[in-house]
């Protein structure tokens, strides 16, 4: 029971975490000029620690949340990106976290962040009934790399201190990989 609590506790405040990061980037990203479409991707933090340190459903579960606060608060086609996105990214690190072999964070990150961008298109493709959105795709794969080296990045500088807050990173991982 108290297992249980502790994981809908850190659930809850991963999404609080995610959509707080979520306005700070928005607040930002005009400020540094980006292209329309790319984004820091701050918010993917929270949910590739969910992917990484706890069950899967907890990554699904914001991902669809984050989906849910964007369409509330930008509309029907924004949250559609965003589960988009959300989804592909979440299927291509699960994926590469469960081979043989271990990525580095910086392969997952970068491959979350490609990938995001690349379900991104598609939904937009979707919307727009025609393929003509892929032509940002080489714009968005570029930010990719470059975003998911920053989102990689932040995750390797804030794991010391969350074990520091005795959240046990290492016994996470253990723990995902025999379920």
Known sequence: MQKKTREVALSG?????AIALSIVESTIT?????MPGIKIGLANIVVMYAA???RAR??????????????VTRGAVA???????????????????HLPWKPTWFILSVSGALAHNLGQLLGASVVLGTGLALVYAPILMVSGLAMGTVTAASLSALLPALGRLNISCEQSVKNKNNS
Not at 64 to 70: E, N, T
Not at 79 to 97: I, K, R, T, Y
């Open 30 to 34: 005009p400020m540094l000029g980006l």
């Open 58 to 71: 907890q990554a699904l579960l914001l991902v669809i949340l984050k989906a849910f606060f964007v369409l």
């Open 13 to 17: 405040m991963l999404f609080a975490l």
């Open 52 to 54: 990484f340190f706890m």
């Open 79 to 97: 949250g559609f990106l965003s589960l988009d996105g959300g989804l592909l990214s979440l299927a291509v690190m699960e994926l590469l976290f």
